[in-house]
């Protein structure tokens, strides 16, 4: 128990900082400088102003300063965060691979904010969560082999699917997230992966072509690798089920 709250406190604190990251990478703003300060008039907070999810809660959602609302994002991202830090270390049970992993999955839960916020994705960020992606496990070099495999994967698709199509259908992103997955969970799992991502896209993207809104795919790769990591037996066993 004194490992998982540890491993939480630090998760919450990285979901802090990760929405330094979400708003100011993509404003090509430093990450460091200046210090945290209300996007709205520019005050610079106070150390009880920052602290995670608790100084939102008690300021009720606004600036102490000028009283605008500050976004429910910052307190969703940090709890969200230290869950998944939380759920890794459940699974894993090595403290090092928790970290490590959980490091995957929060970089690509800024990714994917802002992904949906800003409709780009840094290549800062995509690469670290590859990089970290092949030490998600001592056995590296696997790791790394099933990265390479998807990513060639996920780029023959891309020029299939963009010469049907007629247009740019994947991006250089969707192929280093396709890189992560594969490194993080395997070729098997990563293909479960794609098509639970589909699965869980089809109703948003049937929803916002019917009010002619672009979404984007990569919180619901995200999303479906979480899903898969941590039910990695069952579907291991729903695999071999279907296919011996």
């Given at each position: 128990?004194?490992?998982?709250?540890?491993?939480?406190?630090?998760?919450?604190?990285?979901?802090?900082?990760?929405?330094?990251?979400?708003?100011?990478?993509?404003?090509?703003?430093?990450?460091?400088?200046?210090?945290?300060?209300?996007v709205k008039c520019g005050e610079n907070l106070k150390w009880w102003h920052n602290i995670?999810?608790?100084?939102?809660?008690?300021?009720?959602?606004?600036?102490?300063?000028?009283?605008?609302?500050?976004?429910?994002?910052?307190?969703?991202?940090?709890?969200?965060?230290?869950?998944?830090?939380?759920?890794?270390?459940?699974?894993?049970?090595?403290?090092?691979?928790?970290?490590?992993?959980?490091?995957?999955?929060?970089?690509?839960?800024?990714?994917?904010?802002?992904?949906?916020?800003?409709?780009?994705?840094?290549d800062s960020l995509n690469l670290l969560a590859l990089s970290l992606a092949i030490f998600?496990?001592?056995?590296?070099?696997?790791?790394?082999?099933?990265?390479?495999?998807?990513?060639?994967?996920?780029?023959?698709?891309?020029?299939?699917?963009?010469?049907?199509?007629?247009?740019?259908?994947?991006?250089?992103?969707?192929?280093?997230?396709?890189?992560?997955?594969?490194?993080?969970?395997?070729?098997?799992?990563?293909?479960?992966?794609?098509?639970?991502?589909?699965?869980?896209?089809?109703?948003?993207?049937?929803?916002?072509?019917?009010?002619?809104?672009?979404?984007?795919?990569?919180?619901?790769?995200?999303?479906?690798?979480?899903?898969?990591?941590?039910?990695?037996?069952?579907?291991?066993?729903?695999?071999?089920?279907?296919?011996?």
């Amino acid at each position: 128990m004194y490992e998982l709250g540890i491993v939480v406190v630090i998760g919450i604190l990285i979901g802090s900082f990760l929405n330094v990251l979400i708003i100011r990478i993509p404003k090509d703003e430093s990450v460091v400088f200046p210090s945290s300060h209300c996007v709205k008039c520019g005050e610079n907070l106070k150390w009880w102003h920052n602290i995670p999810i608790f100084s939102w809660i008690f300021l009720q959602g606004k600036c102490a300063f000028c009283k605008d609302k500050i976004s429910i994002q910052y307190p969703i991202v940090e709890f969200a965060s230290g869950v998944i830090f939380a759920l890794v270390y459940f699974k894993e049970g090595d403290l090092t691979l928790s970290f490590i992993v959980g490091g995957v999955f929060v970089l690509l839960l800024a990714l994917s904010m802002i992904d949906f916020k800003f409709k780009e994705v840094p290549d800062s960020l995509n690469l670290l969560a590859l990089s970290l992606a092949i030490f998600s496990s001592y056995e590296l070099i696997d790791n790394f082999q099933n990265a390479l495999l998807f990513a060639g994967g996920f780029t023959i698709l891309r020029f299939y699917v963009s010469y049907f199509v007629k247009r740019e259908a994947m991006g250089e992103a969707d192929i280093i997230i396709g890189a992560t997955i594969g490194g993080i969970i395997g070729i098997k799992l990563g293909l479960v992966t794609i098509f639970l991502s589909a699965l869980l896209a089809l109703p948003a993207f049937l929803i916002a072509g019917k009010r002619d809104m672009e979404l984007p795919f990569i919180p619901f790769l995200a999303m479906a690798l979480f899903i898969v990591y941590i039910g990695d037996d069952f579907f291991k066993s729903l695999l071999v089920s279907m296919y011996g």
